[in-house]
Protein backbone atom coordinates (compact mmCIF):
# COMPACT_ATOMS: atom_id res chain seq x y z
CA UNK A 1 0.00 0.00 0.00
CA UNK A 2 1.50 3.01 -1.00
CA UNK A 3 1.26 6.10 0.92
CA UNK A 4 2.25 9.72 0.35
CA UNK A 5 2.41 12.12 3.19
CA UNK A 6 2.54 16.02 2.91
CA UNK A 7 3.82 18.81 5.20
CA UNK A 8 5.41 22.07 5.41
CA UNK A 9 2.03 24.01 4.64
CA UNK A 10 0.89 27.22 6.40
CA UNK A 11 0.20 31.00 6.33
CA UNK A 12 2.60 33.41 5.57
CA UNK A 13 2.92 36.83 4.19
CA UNK A 14 3.01 37.83 0.02
CA UNK A 15 6.47 37.47 -0.80
CA UNK A 16 7.91 34.68 1.95
CA UNK A 17 8.51 30.86 1.29
CA UNK A 18 7.22 27.34 2.46
CA UNK A 19 8.84 24.25 1.61
CA UNK A 20 6.58 21.60 1.16
CA UNK A 21 7.69 17.90 1.82
CA UNK A 22 5.64 14.24 0.67
CA UNK A 23 7.14 11.48 2.63
CA UNK A 24 6.52 8.22 0.23
CA UNK A 25 6.37 4.76 1.52
CA UNK A 26 4.97 1.14 0.16
CA UNK A 27 7.15 0.75 -2.87
CA UNK A 28 10.15 1.88 -4.74
CA UNK A 29 10.39 5.34 -4.37
CA UNK A 30 13.29 5.64 -6.83
CA UNK A 31 11.80 4.21 -9.45
CA UNK A 32 8.61 6.85 -10.36
CA UNK A 33 8.05 10.46 -11.07
CA UNK A 34 6.43 12.31 -8.89
CA UNK A 35 4.34 15.69 -9.21
CA UNK A 36 2.81 18.56 -6.90
CA UNK A 37 -0.98 19.44 -7.33
CA UNK A 38 -2.88 22.29 -6.04
CA UNK A 39 -6.32 23.01 -5.72
CA UNK A 40 -7.88 26.71 -5.09
CA UNK A 41 -11.64 27.24 -3.43
CA UNK A 42 -13.67 26.36 -6.25
CA UNK A 43 -11.45 25.91 -9.17
CA UNK A 44 -10.33 22.48 -10.53
CA UNK A 45 -7.09 20.98 -9.80
CA UNK A 46 -4.26 22.27 -11.49
CA UNK A 47 -0.74 20.40 -11.88
CA UNK A 48 2.38 22.47 -10.46
CA UNK A 49 5.64 20.53 -10.84
CA UNK A 50 6.89 17.44 -12.27
CA UNK A 51 10.14 15.60 -11.43
CA UNK A 52 11.63 12.67 -12.89
CA UNK A 53 12.65 9.43 -11.29
CA UNK A 54 16.51 10.44 -11.04
CA UNK A 55 15.60 13.83 -10.47
CA UNK A 56 16.75 14.92 -13.70
CA UNK A 57 14.28 16.71 -15.38
CA UNK A 58 11.49 18.88 -13.85
CA UNK A 59 9.23 21.31 -15.62
CA UNK A 60 6.59 23.42 -14.01
CA UNK A 61 3.09 25.41 -14.71
CA UNK A 62 4.26 28.53 -15.92
CA UNK A 63 2.84 30.82 -13.31
CA UNK A 64 5.54 29.28 -10.77
CA UNK A 65 8.57 29.53 -12.83
CA UNK A 66 11.37 31.18 -11.63
CA UNK A 67 9.45 30.72 -7.72
CA UNK A 68 9.45 27.41 -7.37
CA UNK A 69 11.52 24.26 -7.36
CA UNK A 70 11.07 20.97 -7.18
CA UNK A 71 13.49 18.31 -5.68
CA UNK A 72 13.77 15.01 -4.96
CA UNK A 73 15.76 12.61 -1.76
CA UNK A 74 16.09 9.58 -2.67
CA UNK A 75 17.54 7.68 0.10
CA UNK A 76 14.43 9.74 2.15
CA UNK A 77 11.61 8.74 0.13
CA UNK A 78 10.80 12.40 -0.14
CA UNK A 79 9.91 15.04 -2.51
CA UNK A 80 9.72 19.03 -2.22
CA UNK A 81 8.26 21.94 -3.14
CA UNK A 82 10.49 25.22 -2.18
CA UNK A 83 8.25 28.41 -2.95
CA UNK A 84 9.79 31.91 -3.27
CA UNK A 85 8.08 35.00 -4.02
CA UNK A 86 4.50 33.48 -2.58
CA UNK A 87 1.42 35.08 -3.96
CA UNK A 88 -2.08 35.59 -2.69
CA UNK A 89 -2.76 33.72 -5.94
CA UNK A 90 -1.00 29.91 -4.57
CA UNK A 91 -3.27 29.97 -2.07
CA UNK A 92 -4.64 26.14 -2.57
CA UNK A 93 -4.76 23.11 -1.00
CA UNK A 94 -1.16 21.64 -2.52
CA UNK A 95 -1.20 17.49 -3.18
CA UNK A 96 2.06 15.32 -3.97
CA UNK A 97 0.97 12.52 -6.09
CA UNK A 98 2.72 9.49 -7.79
CA UNK A 99 3.56 9.17 -11.46
CA UNK A 100 1.72 5.60 -12.85
CA UNK A 101 4.60 5.06 -15.08
CA UNK A 102 8.36 3.81 -13.21
CA UNK A 103 11.03 5.16 -14.92
CA UNK A 104 9.02 7.93 -17.36
CA UNK A 105 10.94 11.21 -18.04
CA UNK A 106 7.69 12.82 -18.27
CA UNK A 107 4.28 13.40 -16.57
CA UNK A 108 2.07 10.68 -17.30
CA UNK A 109 -1.03 9.95 -14.75
CA UNK A 110 -0.87 9.91 -11.19
CA UNK A 111 -1.65 6.38 -9.63
CA UNK A 112 -1.83 7.39 -5.97
CA UNK A 113 -2.44 11.59 -3.84
CA UNK A 114 -1.91 12.18 -0.41
CA UNK A 115 -3.90 13.88 1.78
CA UNK A 116 -3.03 17.39 0.84
CA UNK A 117 -1.30 20.49 2.89
CA UNK A 118 -3.42 24.38 2.90
CA UNK A 119 -1.08 26.78 1.98
CA UNK A 120 -2.63 30.35 2.72
CA UNK A 121 -0.87 33.43 1.21
CA UNK A 122 -2.45 36.86 3.00
CA UNK A 123 -1.95 40.18 1.15
Known amino acids: QVQLVESGGGLVQAGGSLRLSCAAS????????MGWFRQAPGKEREFVAF????????YYVESVKGRFTISRDNAKNTVYLQMNSLKPEDTAVYYC????????????????WGQGTQVTVSS
Open 26 to 33: GRTFSSYG
Open 51 to 58: ISWSGGIT
Open 97 to 112: ASDRMAYSLSWSQPDY
